[in-house]
């Protein structure tokens, strides 16, 4: 199942331009992780996306941001 999820988060990745990290993790996990958070950067606002699928001694990574224009 979480070959599934990390192959869903790849493609993602692919499709809105993000970086995908494919890592070795120290320790065992396994779960998967869908983060969004919104700031304020030189008066506009961005939001970074972070999928996370960690298959035991594996980090499937994928990020990135969008920029939402200015704030007044």
């Known amino acids: 199942m979480l070959m ?9 990745g692919i499709t809105v331009g993000a970086e995908i ?3 070795p993790i120290k320790g065992f996990v396994i779960g998967a992780l869908v983060h969004n958070e919104t700031y304020e950067e030189n008066n506009k606002e961005i ?3 972070t ?4 298959l035991g001694i594996i980090s499937v990574n994928v990020i990135w941001q969008t920029h939402n ?3 007044e």
């Open 4 to 12: 599934f999820i990390a192959g869903i988060f790849v493609t993602i």
């Open 21 to 23: 990290i494919i890592s």
């Open 47 to 49: 939001t970074e996306y």
């Open 69 to 71: 224009g200015l704030k």
């Open 51 to 54: 999928l996370q699928c960690l």
